[in-house]
């Protein structure tokens, strides 16, 4: 499939540079933002072109929010990793008393992962529960969002140097499955564990 013929030169090679296939891109001629918005998104299209030309220097590439792409490509990349078929796992640690909220490819080497480098400190994750949706990278914004109130971070040494070990969630796994039970995006469940030693102390702000 070939790029469509209205899109300019410079505006192939960018989308080329950043690994837009030609079937993520949408034509907006005719659209409001509000409805190329719309379409994109049923569409699972993540670039729009032949929209308003952006006041810095007159770009017509934008993202379905209608960020210029071309000016500030970070924007394009956080839609990509939204658009993410994917796994969401939920991860436990009883040392730290702490739950882990995550976005994976391939979920069954997470456990492995996350002790082999201490996340957060710790060497005794376990991974509770995971969801598959076709949009996995967004419905792991939505479950981090609906649990923001309990979001912490630990500290931890890792790759010769101290990181932040942030998607640390200090609550009850109670209120991590309720979270889950009213999610808007569709998912299934692949993984459930017996969770019930993780009931920990809700992190009050």
Known sequence: MEYPNELSQSEKE???????????????????????????KAEGQ??????TPCNAAGHKLRTRSGHCVMCNSAPLGFQKRNDLSGYVYVAGSILGQVLKIGFSNNYENREYHLNNQKYGGFDDWKVLIVLHGANGGNLELQLQSKLRKYSTSREYFHDNHYQEGNELFQCSILKVIEAINNLESPFKIVLEKESTEYKFRNLIK
């Not at 993540?46 to 929209?51: C, D, E, L, P």
């Open 14 to 40: 960018f989308l080329k540079s950043h690994n837009v296939l030609p079937e993520q891109v949408f034509n907006a001629k005719g659209f409001s933002k509000s409805e190329y918005r719309l379409k994109m």
């Open 46 to 51: 993540i670039v729009a072109f032949n929209t």
